[in-house]
């Protein structure tokens, strides 16, 4: 008798430890659109008009913008866990200036350090003023891995004219390749990681800004401005 009320008493207690465990589980949404799915713990919403920045949902998961960037030519960010894109913001400056990445317009060039006047920096194939917060915008917008040291990176990283270490030479990465893939508009790199160039491996004419760029250059794969 004594056997079989300790018996009861213990599938008493795993049933009440499966109700809890049911309670306690969590409601996953599967959202997005093949190959892009992703697993949301609120409804999805990709097939909204607008995201809440007044841009279109790209249909990929996220927790921060640069898991956005393999998915989107242009400029992109995260919100609410959903890529977005960022809508145009700032109009380019008429004639044939280029723009840097604080807006600013230049219609000098350059390749290498040295090529821009003592107090401006090459900034993704531009000559700009030097502001001081160049480290934030070298890799194509994005914040520098590192400083050159003797026109130097470590770990296969470039280092770009503006003596900034970069995942790629010009221009923004989507990422590492994947078994020597890379996404539309970029290719697999010694070091490992997807870059982009613009046609012919010219220089680009700056980094896109809000998606626009100055000069009649086209805004491209890796956040550069061709011509």
Same mark, same amino acid.
């Given at each position: 008798m004594l056997v079989g009320i300790i018996v009861l008493f213990c599938v008493g207690l795993s049933a009440a430890s499966d109700l809890v465990a049911r309670q306690k589980r969590q409601m996953y949404y599967l959202c997005g659109t093949f190959p892009n799915q992703y697993y949301s713990t609120t409804p999805c919403w990709y097939d909204q008009a607008k995201c809440t920045n007044g841009g279109s949902p790209i249909g990929v998961g996220c927790t921060n913008s640069a898991q956005c960037t393999p998915y989107y030519a242009g400029?992109?960010?995260?919100?609410?866990?959903?890529?977005?894109?960022?809508?145009?913001?700032?109009?380019?400056?008429?004639?044939?200036?280029?723009?840097?990445?604080? =807006?600013?317009? $230049?219609?000098?060039?350059?390749s290498a350090q040295g090529q821009c006047p003592s107090e401006q920096t090459c900034m993704n194939g531009l000559c700009c003023s030097t502001t001081g917060n160049e480290w934030q915008y070298a890799c194509g917008g994005l914040v520098a891995i590192a400083s050159c040291t003797n026109n130097q990176c470590t770990q296969g990283f470039s280092c770009t004219p503006s003596n900034y270490c970069c995942e790629?030479? !010009?221009?923004?990465? $989507? =990422?590492?390749?994947?078994?020597?893939?890379?996404?539309? =508009?970029?290719?697999?790199?010694?070091?490992?990681?997807?870059?982009? $160039?613009?046609?012919?491996? !010219?220089?680009?004419? =700056?980094?896109? !800004?809000?998606?626009q760029c100055g000069g009649g250059a086209t805004c491209r794969a890796g956040n550069i401005c061709c011509l």
């Open positions: 400029i992109s960010t995260c919100l609410n866990g959903c890529c977005c894109t960022v809508p145009t913001t700032t109009r380019p400056p008429s004639g044939s200036s280029g723009l840097c990445y604080n =807006g600013q317009a $230049s219609n000098t060039r350059c790629c030479p !010009v221009g923004r990465s $989507s =990422g590492r390749c994947n078994a020597g893939t890379c996404p539309s =508009g970029f290719t697999c790199q010694a070091n490992g990681y997807c870059c982009s $160039s613009c046609p012919g491996n !010219v220089t680009p004419y =700056g980094s896109c !800004v809000n998606g």
